[in-house]
């Protein structure tokens, strides 16, 4: 038993919290963080046990690869005194067990409970892990609701064969039982190799004791209760005399079938129906103004006297009405909203039918998904469509993009894949997709595809006809089905380029080049134009522009604030969603005990960190700013911020003296590389062509490296201050990181780059040439955020939306450790944890995140 005051490595025992088979765990302090975390140890003498060694490594590896807010969150892993120990958050509240002991629970509390821990089970048994020993104990409920499953120990990952390996890959033998009698599946009594359908199981028996108070199959022995198990039913939950739906119990007696077959085959099934029955949907309502408009109960109560007015009024003046109808100017456009969670909308397409909405988003801070909705219905109905978002419908298929990736604010890329409209497993098509579309007669299939570096354009599947360096979004097909028009960006990163029409042979139709922004094309409904939400102006689309192929332009729609455009229908509905985006900047400095905001506008995004962790330099581009991005610099201190001007994507130099940065101020093509002064001097112009993304200084100070075009490929260049010429370095590289190369790539004595090859190998490039070498264990997700001082490690993390891992690798052995784990507080909007930034000595970070919300709004009355 370890004693308060107990170091284990930068973690300081406070108190005991328990003990049990697979270890104790005490409650500690993250003296690096200042947090209160909860610390798993395997004592030396267990630890000497290989069994019960191999369990507790099961459950770090286990419990590490997964990422749910229904499962408790690993931060750290290590070894103390021959003993292993495990760090997760520290959780308030009480199991399961303990709630279950005041007797059956509401039955809304139970519904939710149960389909909560089903959606935490579906994103482990997404990992090919099973847990195998779900039971009330470790089910843990916090104080304010949240389900987390804990003790993975005897997690098992899911193989193609049936040979039940471990985790760690082991075999398990035949005949050997694993789990707590009275909630082991029949499988599992039996000693046969456990699927993710033995865990579903489980959780019946979790239902059925929540929903009666009693336990599904309780007898006085060990053995008659597996013999319950493989032989008996439960009694029916109505005798339990609680007001339970006959659905209710269909979904529990499902769980319980004695039969995997028979039962739900994912836990993903079993959250949908569990939803079904709980009351809760995930969007409401619908509304019909002239603007959108939100009204409260209480307000509705205030405007029946109104609305009495009114109607006297509406009577006087109805013979006014036909007099002055023949005059009349158009009807305004009315707005109907579609969704009210928070969150961000990824795209909505009509049905083929009209009548039905399907539409991709991200609500309260979890994985995107694919809905469907009504106008005239209060519902939307999720598709059991999971980290997926929508390119286009069919009458029987939605395509859609699975494992999608953002790559900036809703745009992202994946695997192209078709899914019955009804939700339904996903059939793959092609990987690495940005947009697709079907043609009218939902014959043939347009999309854009990221190849080795560059994009292109297939119409039909199979035959290119465009290819272009940057990357290409929002493609659509013409009604006719001869040409198709989509986004071709200026930059790797942003939302400004060029609208485009081509034919099917590839000849193009159309150009237009004076958009700054653009958020969503469709055809409008004759195919003589397509309508864009898009402004002139920095700050997001405002505007619904028709832009027609004779050359023609016009103003369709406009709007205060932001918009997206999503779909046009053949009957000119459109289905537009307001945006609210704002980027926020945190910062924690080595004797910080918390995060601090030192955003400075609406739009602060991070640009660097100085060496020593006292200096910021970001941009702010939102509205605010104006029609330009600016510069600012800003002392840690929290003092005012310093602004350099209408530059953006600001790089300190090594002695803090100068940025440099981008010109914010370039109309189209690729900016202009500027040094420009922290404190007195002048702006020197370096370089005005060619660079399309990152840029920074090497170690001296006196060189700079930059992301260059070379034909259609990325290239690492260098490039002597202050007016030396660009000469490439590496060969074509991988842009990542949401579409550039971050700075502090070079080795502090300044001979190797950091950077992604075309494959997502993680790889150092000399600087003077010869052979690059591969990093170990560094993933292709992996962003880079600089290297540690003495050159031996480099840090990483990984952008998961809502919350981001720090690791530091070993550059030489690959070597992974897991620094910190990144996680605003509020996780709703939230699309991209980025620009992760270190000081020099790694005790001091900062970083920017993006918290994107929409509203859907069906729009009528448009011509």
């Keep these: 038993m370890l004693t308060s005051g107990t170091k284990l490595g930068p973690y300081e025992i406070r108190s005991p919290l328990g003990a049990g088979g697979m270890g104790e765990v005490y409650r500690a302090r993250d003296t690096r963080l200042d947090r209160i975390v909860a610390i798993k140890v395997l004592p030396a003498p267990q630890a000497g046990d290989p069994d019960r060694l191999r369990r507790f490594e099961t459950e770090a590896r286990a419990i590490a690869a997964l990422n749910h807010p229904n499962i408790l969150a690993v931060h750290d892993i290590g070894t103390h005194d021959g003993s292993p120990y495990l760090v997760s958050e520290c959780l308030e509240g009480q ?14 509390r139970a519904v939710e409970y149960g389909r909560d821990i089903a959606e935490g089970l579906a994103a482990a048994h997404d990992k ?33 064969s049936n040979q039940g390996t471990t985790a760690e890959g082991a075999p398990t033998s035949a005949g050997v039982v694993l789990g707590t009698v009275g909630y082991m599946s029949p499988e599992q009594v039996k000693g046969e190799p456990a699927d993710a359908r033995s865990d579903i199981f489980s959780l019946g028996t979790i239902l059925y004791e929540m929903l009666s108070g009693h336990r599904a199959f309780r007898r006085d022995t060990s053995a008659e209760t597996m013999t319950a198990i493989l032989k008996e039913e439960p009694p029916e939950l109505t005798l339990s005399g609680k007001p339970i739906s006959p659905a209710t119990e269909r979904i529990v007696r499902r769980c319980l079938e004695k039969k995997p077959l028979l039962r739900f085959q994912s836990a993903r099934d079993l959250a949908f129906n569990l939803e079904g029955v709980s009351g809760i949907s995930t969007t409401s309502g619908a509304t019909s103004a ?14 029946f006297p109104i609305l009495a007015g009114v109607l006297a009024l509406v009577l006087i003046a109805g013979a006014s009405w036909l007099l002055a109808r023949r005059t009349a100017p158009p009807a305004s456009p009315t707005y109907h909203q579609l969704t009210f969670d928070r969150g961000l909308v990824y795209a909505a397409r009509f049905a083929p039918n009209g009548r039905t909405i399907y539409y991709s988003a991200s609500w309260n801070g979890q994985p995107v998904q694919i809905y469907s909705t009504m106008p005239d219905g209060p519902e939307s109905r999720p598709l059991n469509l999971v980290n997926s978002t929508l390119f286009a419908v069919s009458p029987s298929d939605l395509a859609i993009s699975v494992g999608c990736t953002d790559r900036y604010i809703g745009n992202c890329v994946g695997t192209l894949a078709q899914a019955p409209t009804g939700g339904g497993t996903p059939r793959e098509i092609a990987s690495d997709v940005l947009a697709a579309d079907w043609t009218s007669d939902f014959k043939e299939m347009a999309f854009t595809q990221q190849v080795a570096g560059k994009y292109r354009v297939e119409f039909p599947r199979g035959k290119t006809i465009y290819e272009a360096g940057h990357p290409l979004e929002y493609l659509r097909i013409s009604p006719d089905a001869r040409a198709v028009a989509f986004l071709e960006l200026w930059a790797l990163d942003g939302d400004g380029g060029s609208v485009v029409v081509v034919d099917r042979n590839g000849k193009e139709l159309l150009r237009n080049r004076s958009f700054l922004s653009i958020e969503g094309l469709a055809w409008s409904p004759s195919g003589k134009e397509v309508w864009v939400g898009a402004t002139r102006n920095e700050g997001g689309a405002d505007t619904v522009w028709g832009l027609g192929l004779n050359g023609k332009e016009r103003i369709v729609l406009r709007l ?87 530059y953006y994507a600001p790089v300190l130099s090594p002695d803090d003296q100068f940025v440099l940065t981008q010109d914010a101020s370039h109309s189209g093509g690729m900016p202009g590389l500027l040094l420009v002064p922290t404190g007195t001097g002048d702006v020197q112009k370096v370089d005005t062509d060619g660079v399309g993304g990152w840029a920074g200084f090497m170690p001296d100070g006196k060189t700079i490296y930059s992301l260059r075009r070379d034909g259609l490929s990325w290239k ?41 090859d075309l494959s997502g190998q993680c790889t150092l490039y000399p600087v003077t040439g010869g052979t690059p070498r591969a990093v170990p264990d560094c993933k292709a997700d992996d962003i880079w955020i600089r290297w540690s001082a003495d050159g031996k490690s480099g840090y990483v993390y990984q952008d998961e939306k809502t919350s981001a891992p720090v690791f530091r690798i070993d550059i030489t052995s690959g070597k ?32 920017s995140y993006l918290r994107e919300l929409s509203d859907l709004f069906l729009v009528e009355g448009v011509r």
């Design 95 to 108: 199991t399961l067990r303990q709630e279950l002991s005041g007797g059956a629970l509401p039955l809304r």
């Design 716 to 756: 690492i260049s260098l490039q002597d201050l202050p007016s030396g010429s660009p000469r490439f370095v590496t060969p074509p590289i991988s842009p990542s990181g949401g579409g550039h190369i971050e700075n502090h790539i070079v080795s502090p004595d300044g001979k190797w780059i950091f950077a992604h």
């Design 560 to 646: 205060p604030g932001m918009l997206r455009l999503h779909d046009v229908a053949p009957d000119g509905r459109i289905l537009l969603s307001h945006e609210n985006w704002r980027t926020e900047l945190q910062y924690r400095g080595a004797k910080d005990s918390q995060e601090r905001n030192l955003s400075w506008l609406d739009q602060a995004l991070l640009s660097d960190l100085s060496a020593d962790g006292s200096l910021i330099a970001f941009d702010d581009w939102g509205e605010a700013s104006g029609v330009s991005d600016l510069a600012y610099v800003r002392k840690a201190d929290g003092s005012p911020a310093t602004k350099l001007g209408p």
């Design 128 to 160: 090919g892990i099973i847990h195998r020993d779900l039971k009330p104990e470790n089910i843990f409920i916090t104080r304010d609701g949240r389900v987390k499953i804990l003790d993975f120990g005897l997690a098992k990952l899911a193989q193609p």
């Design 816 to 847: 992974r450790d897991l620094v910190w784990t990144l996680t605003p507080g509020d996780p709703a909007g939230i699309t991209s944890i980025y620009r992760v930034r270190m000081s020099a000595d790694g005790k001091t970070y900062a970083y």
């Design 290 to 303: 002239a603007l959108p408009l939100t009204v409260t109960p209480q307000q509705k109560f205030k405007l």
